[in-house]
């Protein structure tokens, strides 16, 4: 007597889960058990575990052969993610529970030796595609308030195969985990705590309310890591849109994602050895990178010119695209990159090249050798750039009331009331405008195009710099409340080209 069951599972290919169809087949033969379908070695050490964890939760293992296949076959699978699918289907292939409710759910879950399910990673994914496919899900007991985190999913949180097959049978009903209540975490830092560099926080707006990139030249310790930490807080709040695509990527790097993450703006700050692996993701079972973690938020790269210049051009595409692509031989796997990059930097080996201390011996040409290290084609993402100057002790002395700094939220709502006018606009910020869109968006009277056409010649600037000149002021413009772009906006906007 041969005997199918059909199940449904998911696999990990990057932020998105393909449906896995498990169909288990016994039939008459030597007893074997099988798994075909493109399983790595994770997969195909599932054959013990599973038999183990059936044995131990009192059911019988079936003594016959059984063909585990994993559809579609040219799909790579990884990982333990399919042990409660294939166990569950050969209880149901050997008529030790009823196959008639498997259709209604999708199963995820690493089964122990003793039955019990352990935690798998990207279950947020796996949350979203299940609720478009209308099926209910089945997920360790570790993943399932994560898994709630997406609206309109039902979940099933489970400890064991054993409650799995109550549930299934109907002799016990396994629990719905209520979606955990977290409010974005408070920031520990406020751009009150920094004293002076009032033209770095007003370029900082700027780059918050537009959503361009900015690099900070200046010398050590005038308040660049600083001021870029304090980003994040004056950035307008995650729509649960937004969160739940952070979330995604979290969910793939850790086993049970970090709650403290939702609604809450991602900073990224990796260290300047960083490798280009790194940076964009990759490895043979491909995981996103710093570019992708840091989506919906700010990435910051501290001491820009000691990265790596290989590693720094591998920025250039997703700066540009918003995603990533991972090739390797057996797929391809595309990781969301819509971040905010902010750079800091010293303009000299020493650091103190053109300080009012005349403290730097760099020569003209040790100066010219360092800058060189970015390229002009990286160089010109960066749409703010900006010297942070130091700032004389007696000054800072002076600096005692806080009374007269702004706090991050009274910064945040001109860049949420700067974003909504942007969104009424054009339906984005305008670091995304397309070149029509500029066209459209960002004209300029007669007047203004001739003083603009003669600065930007002046500047020497290209294209695309022309674009970015225009989209800087137009941001200029809407945190102004204006309609148009004034002098006063392109003038505010070539300002902040003046960092080398």
């Known amino acids: 007597m041969t005997s199918l069951a059909i199940?449904?599972?998911?696999?990990?290919?990057?932020?998105?889960?393909?449906?896995?169809?498990?169909?288990?087949?016994?039939?008459?033969?030597?007893?074997?058990?099988?798994?075909?379908?493109?399983?790595?070695?994770?997969?195909?050490?599932?054959?013990?575990?599973?038999?183990?964890?059936?044995?131990?939760?009192?059911?019988?293992?079936?003594?016959?052969r059984i063909t585990i296949n994993l559809a579609p076959a040219d799909l790579p699978k990884e990982g333990g993610r399919y042990d409660l699918a294939i166990a569950l289907g050969i209880l149901s292939a050997s008529q030790q529970i009823?196959?008639?409710?498997?259709?209604?759910?999708?199963?995820?879950?690493?089964?122990?030796?003793?039955?019990?399910?352990?935690?798998?990673?990207?279950?947020?994914?796996?949350?979203?595609?299940?609720?478009?496919?209308?099926?209910?899900?089945?997920?360790?007991?570790?993943?399932?308030?994560?898994?709630?985190?997406?609206?309109?999913?039902?979940?099933?949180?489970?400890?064991?195969?054993?409650?799995?097959?109550?549930?299934?049978?109907?002799?016990?009903?396994?629990?719905?985990?209520?979606?955990?209540?977290?409010?974005?975490?408070?920031?520990?830092?406020?751009?009150?705590?920094?004293?002076?560099?009032?033209?770095a926080k007003r370029a900082l707006e700027i780059g918050a309310a537009g959503g361009h990139h900015v690099l900070m030249v200046g010398p050590p310790g005038t308040g660049k890591t600083m001021l870029a930490s304090r980003l994040p807080t004056i950035l307008p709040p995650l729509t649960t849109e937004e969160a739940m695509e952070v979330m995604a990527v979290y969910s793939l790097k850790v086993r049970q994602g970090e709650y403290s993450k939702w609604r809450k703006r991602p900073f990224r700050s990796p260290h300047h050895t960083a490798s280009g692996i790194a940076l964009v993701g990759g490895g043979s079972i491909p995981r996103p990178g710093e570019v992708s973690l840091a989506h919906h938020g700010v990435l910051f790269l501290d001491e820009l010119p000691e990265f790596d210049r290989r590693v720094l051009e591998v920025l250039r595409e997703p700066l540009e695209s918003g995603k990533i692509t991972?090739?390797?031989?057996?797929?391809?796997?595309?990781?969301?990159?819509?971040?905010?990059?902010?750079?800091?930097?010293?303009?000299?080996?020493?650091?103190?090249?053109?300080?009012?201390?005349?403290?730097?011996?760099?020569?003209?040409?040790?100066?010219?050798?360092?800058?060189?290290?970015?390229?002009?084609?990286?160089?010109?993402?960066?749409?703010?750039?900006?010297?942070?100057?130091?700032?004389?002790?007696?000054?800072?002395?002076?600096?005692?009331?806080?009374?007269?700094?702004?706090?991050?939220?009274?910064?945040?709502?001109?860049?949420?009331?700067?974003?909504?006018?942007?969104?009424?606009?054009?339906?984005?910020?305008?670091?995304?405008?397309?070149?029509?869109?500029?066209?459209?968006?960002?004209?300029?009277?007669?007047?203004?195009?001739?003083?603009?056409?003669?600065?930007v010649e002046k500047l020497k600037g290209s294209a695309r710099a022309y674009h970015r000149f225009l989209k800087v002021a137009r941001t200029i413009a809407d945190l102004a409340g204006g309609d148009t772009i004034e002098r006063e906006h392109l003038m505010e906007a070539l300002h902040y080209q003046m960092a080398f």
């Open 98 to 199: 009823p196959p008639g409710a498997l259709s209604h759910y999708e199963f995820i879950g690493e089964l122990a030796l003793t039955g019990e399910l352990r935690s798998i990673s990207g279950i947020i994914p796996i949350a979203i595609a299940s609720k478009q496919a209308g099926r209910h899900l089945i997920v360790p007991e570790r993943n399932a308030r994560e898994a709630t985190l997406c609206e309109g999913v039902v979940v099933y949180s489970a400890d064991n195969l054993l409650d799995v097959c109550g549930h299934l049978t109907g002799q016990r009903v396994l629990p719905h985990p209520l979606a955990p209540v977290v409010e974005a975490a408070a920031h520990e830092v406020d751009f009150r705590e920094v004293k002076g560099q009032a033209h």
């Open 326 to 455: 991972v090739s390797r031989a057996l797929q391809q796997v595309e990781f969301p990159t819509r971040f905010q990059l902010v750079a800091a930097m010293n303009p000299c080996s020493c650091g103190y090249w053109g300080d009012a201390t005349g403290t730097c011996q760099c020569t003209r040409e040790q100066v010219r050798r360092y800058q060189s290290r970015l390229s002009g084609p990286l160089l010109d993402r960066f749409e703010i750039r900006i010297q942070v100057p130091r700032i004389p002790a007696e000054m800072l002395l002076e600096m005692k009331s806080d009374r007269l700094i702004e706090d991050s939220r009274t910064i945040q709502a001109r860049v949420i009331m700067a974003r909504n006018i942007q969104q009424k606009r054009g339906g984005r910020v305008n670091s995304r405008l397309t070149p029509r869109e500029v066209d459209k968006h960002c004209q300029l009277s007669k007047r203004d195009q001739l003083f603009f056409a003669q600065a």
């Open 7 to 64: 199940l449904y599972s998911r696999a990990s290919c990057g932020i998105e889960a393909p449906l896995v169809t498990v169909e288990a087949h016994i039939s008459p033969g030597l007893p074997t058990l099988s798994i075909v379908g493109l399983p790595e070695t994770a997969v195909k050490e599932s054959r013990d575990r599973v038999r183990s964890a059936i044995m131990n939760s009192q059911f019988e293992f079936p003594t016959q």
